[in-house]
């Protein structure tokens, strides 16, 4: 048996602690390599999740504004109603609007044909759509038949939830 010199014990013992350093890095690697890909699958599965919730929000929005259960737009505004709509023997519908709001303003006054409506609001629609809500509006009877009288309220529900009020 041959006596080793301190440095070539030095030597071996500095090699052992570099291996066991080594082998203790490549674990962790190992080990980070693991959960980074672990952590990687279940991101791509909550973005998948996601996607999916976003598509069924939207959906539902979709439902709620052709429902005629969606809620008022602005539902604390003052005045409550947006516009007071008149419809009258002519078979025009008098329109005046109560409050400013996109681009109407308060006090605005004009006629429009029943045909003619959803274009005279077709800003009011669109924002209605897109925020989940409708306007609110008062419907006026001017005394016109049953006929002009159940056409144009059609057309007005088609834009606004209504309040009706008999002259």
């Known amino acids: 048996m041959t006596r080793r010199t301190s440095a070539e014990v030095v030597n071996a013992t500095l090699l052992e602690v570099f291996l066991a350093f080594v082998f203790v890095v490549l ?6 390599h693991a959960t980074s890909a672990q952590q ?3 991101a ?3 973005d998948a999740a996601h996607a999916h919730l976003v598509k069924q929000r939207d959906s539902l929005r979709q439902a709620l504004v052709l429902s ?3 809620p008022p737009c ?13 419809l009258a023997q002519t078979g025009l519908i008098d329109v005046r609007v ?5 681009r109407h303003a308060a006090g605005q006054r004009f006629a429009v044909s029943v045909d003619a409506l959803p274009d005279s609001f077709d800003d009011l629609k669109r924002f209605s759509r897109d925020s989940t809500c409708h306007f609110l509006a008062v ?10 009288y159940k056409r144009g309220l059609k057309a007005v529900r088609e834009i606004f939830y209504t309040k009706g009020e008999f002259q």
Request: net charge neutral; proline share 7%; glycine share 2%.
């Open 40 to 42: 990687a699958s279940r």
């Open 68 to 70: 005629p259960y969606a």
């Open 27 to 32: 674990s962790i690697a190992w080990f980070e």
């Open 44 to 46: 791509d599965s909550l």
């Open 74 to 86: 602005h539902p604390g505004a003052t005045p409550k109603y947006f516009a007071t709509l008149t």
């Open 98 to 102: 109560s409050r400013s709001e996109l």
């Open 139 to 148: 419907v006026r009877d001017a005394t016109v038949s049953k006929e002009i």
